[in-house]
């Protein structure tokens, strides 16, 4: 499991390198497969025009849409800003601030994100239905709240899981926060009046995340168990070894 997530968050890191960092012929990834696009587009819309049937303009058309969905979110990640103390203080990198280990980089990271995903959420569903198939957006549509608190749930578990695996912040820290937030949460969960509705499912759908982040701690607390273990099974056999030279 912990290999798993130390693998997405490096393929997130490579990703992002590539696409700002030059690839071909000067250009960034971004640039390089924007022009791609373009000039596949062009190619197609030729190809169209001269078979009399619009084959390569849709894929296109998704093709270019969805690259566009999916880098909103990234673009403002990267170069968009916060205010310190929310209303006051100097601007911060919403990168730099959601990446710290407190309050405001939590709900940050996840108001941010859970926002934010839904252009590529809904974006490339409704692109689909370039191709007559409209039952992916529909089921959006119909679900939209409830993929709101799905996301919700898992921008959490990803935000706690990056500080988890980089071992930038100890485990026990990490335990305490987990633990504020199920606290938190949970009292938020017992209000069962109707204008409370809606927060109290939020609540339940992060206490489920909770949960879930509470397993990967456990992981990586047996982890670091086993390196200490074996730490201690090798130290005794070197000064073995050196008692008896």
Request: proline share 2%.
């Amino acid at each position: 499991m912990l290999r798993i997530i130390r693998c997405f968050f490096f393929t997130l890191s490579k990703i992002d390198l590539f696409l700002r960092q030059p690839f071909k012929w000067g250009m960034s990834g971004f640039q390089f497969i924007f022009c791609t696009l373009i000039l596949f587009g062009v190619i197609g819309m030729k190809v169209d025009e001269f078979i009399g049937f619009d084959l390569f303009i849709k894929q296109t058309t998704f093709l270019m849409g969805t690259l566009i969905y999916c880098l909103i979110p990234y673009m403002f990640y990267k170069g968009d800003s916060v205010k310190k103390y929310i209303l006051f203080g100097r601007k911060e990198a919403i990168e730099e601030s959601s990446k710290k280990f407190n309050n405001k980089g939590y709900v940050l990271f996840v108001a941010f994100f859970s926002y934010f995903l839904f252009f590529p959420l809904l974006g490339i569903p409704m692109l689909i239905r370039i191709f007559q198939f409209n039952s992916a957006y529909n089921f959006i549509i119909n679900n939209v709240v409830v993929l709101a608190y799905v996301l919700i749930s898992i921008t959490s578990i990803l935000w706690f899981s990056y500080h988890i695996v980089n071992s930038k912040v100890s485990l026990q820290k990490i335990k305490i926060k987990v633990a504020q937030y199920i606290a938190i949460a949970s009292t938020l969960a017992l209000f069962k009046l109707r204008d409370f509705e809606q927060f109290t499912v939020v609540a339940s759908c992060l206490v489920v995340s909770y949960l879930w982040i509470q397993y990967i701690i456990e992981l990586r607390a047996e982890e670091e168990l086993s390196l200490s273990d074996s730490r201690k099974a090798v130290a005794p056999d070197n000064n073995t070894f050196t008692h008896q030279a």
